[in-house]
Nanobody, 121 residues
Framework: QVQLVESGGGLVQAGGSLRLSCTAS????????MAWHRQAPGNQRELVAL???????NYADSVKGRFTISRDNAKNMVFLEMNSLKPEDTGVYYC???????????????WGQGTQVTVSS
């Protein structure tokens, strides 16, 4: 019904930049929120950045000032621009969306498959 697909992950040196993309597809009527989470080896999944339908954003303290979340509503896409990357940013990054399928009903949570980000040095 709904699919979230991430892209843009890869290997980058510390201090470098990476841009993640996520596209939501399906019978999407409305998107309330989109976000990026990450999970490092041995750690729990954590919220990295969140963008709400009104455009407001929230960031984890560890990435504030370095990462920027943005969206393209017409394309049902969300992006994460990651700058000044650190080794501790390494992990699997997951796209998340709270959206409504069809034109009425309830908002549900959906997750992408994840994309690996590895920061060396």
């Amino acid at each position: 019904q709904v699919q979230l697909v991430e892209s843009g992950g890869g290997l980058v040196q510390a201090g470098g930049s990476l841009r993640l993309s996520c596209t939501a597809s399906g019978s999407i009527f409305s998107i309330r929120a989109m976000a990026w989470h990450r999970q490092a080896p041995g750690n729990q999944r954590e919220l990295v950045a969140l963008i709400i339908s009104d455009g407001s954003t929230n960031y984890a303290d560890s990435v504030k000032g370095r990462f920027t979340i943005s969206r393209d509503n017409a394309k049902n896409m969300v992006f994460l621009e990651m700058n000044s990357l650190k080794p501790e940013d390494t992990g699997v990054y997951y796209c998340y969306s709270q959206l409504m399928v069809g034109r009425s009903g309830t908002y549900y949570n959906y997750w992408g498959q994840g994309t690996q980000v590895t920061v060396s040095s």
